[in-house]
């Protein structure tokens, strides 16, 4: 059975860092995209960043480009997000999610095993 779980979250004010964690269990994770989604509260969940073990394409949201980073840990079930310069807006919930297969998953209906979430808490 597939799982996925996150660790990492946290407080922080304004222009900080956090890394978050996702480890994954029950599969070697070839050929899977893992994904970093988001939802703050009154807000619709959105994704933050994605990476395709097939072919290494890498994906982020507008608002976070230059300031995020994702990568894949050397077993391939492991993915980080690296967030700096963190703002109040980056405050929300946040998902690991898997997908199995060669294309990329545009949506979040397309991601099969999600985490249970971790907070991140940028203090305004």
């Known amino acids: 059975q597939v799982q996925v779980v996150e660790s990492g979250g946290g407080s922080v004010q304004p222009g900080e860092s956090l890394t978050l964690s996702c480890t994954g269990s029950?599969?070697?994770?070839?050929?899977?995209?893992l994904a970093w989604f988001r939802q703050a509260p009154g807000k619709e969940r959105e994704g933050v960043s994605c990476?395709?073990?097939?072919?290494?394409?890498?994906k982020y949201l507008e608002a976070v480009k230059g300031r995020f980073t994702i990568s894949r840990g050397r077993a391939k079930g492991t993915v980080y997000l690296q967030m700096n310069s963190l703002k109040p807006e980056d405050t929300a919930v946040y998902y690991c999610?898997?997908?199995?297969?060669?294309?990329?998953?545009?949506?979040?209906?397309?991601?099969?095993?999600w985490g249970q979430g971790t907070q991140v808490t940028v203090n305004s």
């Open positions: 999610a898997a997908a199995f297969g060669r294309t990329m998953p545009r949506y979040a209906s397309e991601y099969d095993y």
């Open positions: 029950g599969s070697s994770f070839n050929y899977w995209t």
């Open positions: 990476h395709s073990d097939y072919d290494g394409s890498i």
